[in-house]
């Protein structure tokens, strides 16, 4: 660990606000009135909050550098990071930046973990994803703890709790400034919003940093300033950013540790057992074994792609069985590791390119890339997260609302094997491969005719990487409704998709058990290969529709709307 970092850009040149309340506080800015004019200035701990287990240690004094303060200001006061979906230490910019600002001003860095329940049952978070940050955030805990950073884990009951959680910390802990990583979506912006209005009133400084992509959405534009609509030109910029501006791809540092003495003053914290899983109802030796917690085991798992899975990526990435692909999608939106992180690995593999090379490695590159035009999505059209279609017109679809048709799809038993596969890798492990989501909700939208809406809502609640913003890019591209989305008249043939990507049927052998016994050729459309009582036999379901009629059905449809515009 580094112990002398520079500040970045993003940095903190006001001073910190005067202290609040406390007698205590006010006899820290006393000992700090000629705080500009000498390099060593006393720590006094007895501001620490009252419920802190140490009272004794109310007279402990330390003398700490601060000649690396820029500003010659200093504070003794406490620095936050809250975080959220940033559940690592390596390369989160929130974090680094509340180390620096701990390191040159203030007395200790103390760490926030938010439960929020109602919060994450209205947003549709999966069981199995709130299990998954939940091991993570054990794994952050002891990472944590060696470096003397108390992890504080606080529960508010109500969404609306979240703004007097965070200022209950702030009071308790003596906190002068608080750090996040900022949020994308438009209701957690909210959130932060309110909870920054909250802490500005009390004086307290709030630093959000933009961490959530590579590039600023807001610096991708066309050359007539717009926001990019369209995935290939919106890459090409976004490469040449990326290629020609470093600072884009600088990795930051984890924190530094707390003076030791941290481990003292707020050992109830240290000594505390925070929540370690979360009911999800799937097989839980499974779910752990396929996804180990923590900033460790991710980048394991981006080493090990790297070094063998990438080789032949532009071929296995298609092909669900077996696993060609990184399945690093959960840890990415737990934020157990960065996309920038990743990125930089795959390029320094690469001999440091992104757009020649190695074209396996190029092409990884651009599923990223894809990660990244979805947040921009996001940011540049936030009717997206509201339930709004991209292409506003196409709201006028009329969907069928056969609930026994969604239900079928839903539990896996549509009678189109390769849907039905996809669907119960889904409910069994809480992930499906990317061509089986493509496949599975084209199959919703375009032969079920059932609204998109529909099948977003369920994978989220299903998905351990639930991604609102690739989520919805997803949907919308399989729906025909969004950016870039596949021409409307382009309906996934289940049975082609199933005999091209599972070609000895392997994959529906894994997860349709009912048709183990089938050859590679019946396996595909048992329905239409089979006789009438060896089919029977098979307990399996017939075709929920006739896939040519639906598509014609789903056709006219959609020519229908547009006429209308
Ligand atoms: C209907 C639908 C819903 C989807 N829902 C989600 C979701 O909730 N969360 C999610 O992370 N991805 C989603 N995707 C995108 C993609 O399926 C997953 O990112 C991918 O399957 C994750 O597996 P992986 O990590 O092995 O991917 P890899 O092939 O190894 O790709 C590496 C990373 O690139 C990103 N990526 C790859 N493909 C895409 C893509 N099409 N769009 C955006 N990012 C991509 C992911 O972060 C992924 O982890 C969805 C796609 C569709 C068609």
């Known amino acids: 660990m580094a112990s002398h970092r520079k500040r970045s850009d993003h940095d903190l040149h006001n001073d910190p606000p005067e202290p609040i309340g406390k007698s205590s506080n006010n006899n820290n800015s006393t000992s700090m009135s000629s705080r500009g004019s000498r390099s060593k200035i006393q720590r006094t701990n007895n ?26 200001t200093t504070s003794t006061r406490n620095t936050l990071m809250w975080f959220r979906n940033d559940l690592r230490l390596q390369d989160n910019k929130a974090l680094y930046e509340a180390s620096m600002r ?41 990472k944590l703890d060696k470096i003397a950073i108390p992890l504080v884990v606080k529960t508010a009951k109500r969404k609306t709790d979240v703004v007097g959680v965070v200022e209950s910390v702030v009071r308790e802990f003596d906190i002068s400034h608080v750090f996040w990583s900022q949020e994308l979506m438009v209701d957690e ?115 090990a792609f790297l070094k063998t899975k990438v080789k032949n990526y532009r071929v296995s990435r298609n092909i669900p069985i077996p696993e060609g692909t990184s399945v690093m999608s959960p840890y990415l939106n737990a934020g157990v590791i960065s996309t920038r992180q990743c990125v930089v690995m795959a390029r320094a593999a690469n001999k440091n390119k992104i757009t020649t090379g190695d074209e396996d490695i190029k092409s990884w590159i651009k599923e990223l890339g894809w990660r990244e035009f979805y947040r921009n999505i996001l940011v540049s059209f936030p009717r997206v997260c509201m339930n709004r279609a991209f292409q506003l017109k196409t709201e006028k679809l009329q969907w069928s609302n056969n609930d026994e048709h969604f239900q079928r799809w839903c539990e896996g038993k549509t009678g189109f094997p390769i849907v039905d596969a996809g669907m119960r890798q889904l409910n069994s492990i809480g992930y499906m491969h990317n061509r089986l989501r493509m496949v599975t909700a084209c199959f919703l939208a375009k032969d079920l005719l059932i609204d998109w809406h529909k099948g977003e809502r369920y994978f989220m609640q299903r998905l351990i990487d639930g991604d609102l913003a690739s ?46 016994g089938l050859t590679d050729k019946q396996i595909h ?41």
């Open 47 to 72: 501001v620490i909050s009252p419920l802190m287990d140490h009272a004794d240690t109310a007279n402990v004094k330390e003398e700490i550098d601060d000649s690396a303060h820029p500003t010659g």
């Open 471 to 516: 989520n919805n890019g997803g949907w919308q591209w399989s729906a025909s409704t969004g950016t870039d989305a596949q021409p409307y008249f382009r309906v996934f043939n289940p049975l082609l998709q199933s005999q091209r990507f599972d070609p000895k049927g392997d994959y529906i052998r894994r997860w349709v058990p009912e048709l183990q």
């Open 525 to 565: 459309d048992p329905y239409h290969i089979l006789d009438a009582k060896e089919f029977a036999k098979l307990g399996y379901p017939k075709p929920v529709v006739d896939h040519a009629k639906a598509r014609d059905k789903f056709v006219n449809e959609f020519k229908r709307v547009l006429a209308l515009a």
């Open 189 to 303: 912006k909210r959130r932060d919003k309110a909870v920054k209005n909250a802490l500005q009133k009390i004086k307290v400084h709030v630093e959000e940093c933009e961490d959530q992509y590579i590039v600023n959405p807001l610096n991708v534009r066309t050359k007539t300033g717009n926001p990019y609509a369209v995935f290939t030109p919106f890459y090409n910029t976004w490469c040449k950013l990326v290629e020609t501006e470093p600072h884009h791809l600088r990795l930051t540092e984890a924190p530094d540790a707390n003076p030791h003495e941290a481990k003292d003053l707020f050992a109830r914290y240290f000594k505390a057992t925070i929540p370690s899983s979360h009911p999800h109802g799937l097989d839980v030796e499974t779910i752990n074994n396929l996804y180990p917690a923590g900033e460790d085991e991710a980048h394991l798992r981006l080493n």
């Open 102 to 142: 701990s390191k040159v001003g203030a007395k200790y860095l103390i760490a926030l973990y938010i439960v929020s329940e109602e919060e994450w049952k209205e947003h549709d978070e999966a069981p199995v994803k709130i299990d998954f940050w939940m091991r993570n955030l054990v794994s952050l805990k002891a």
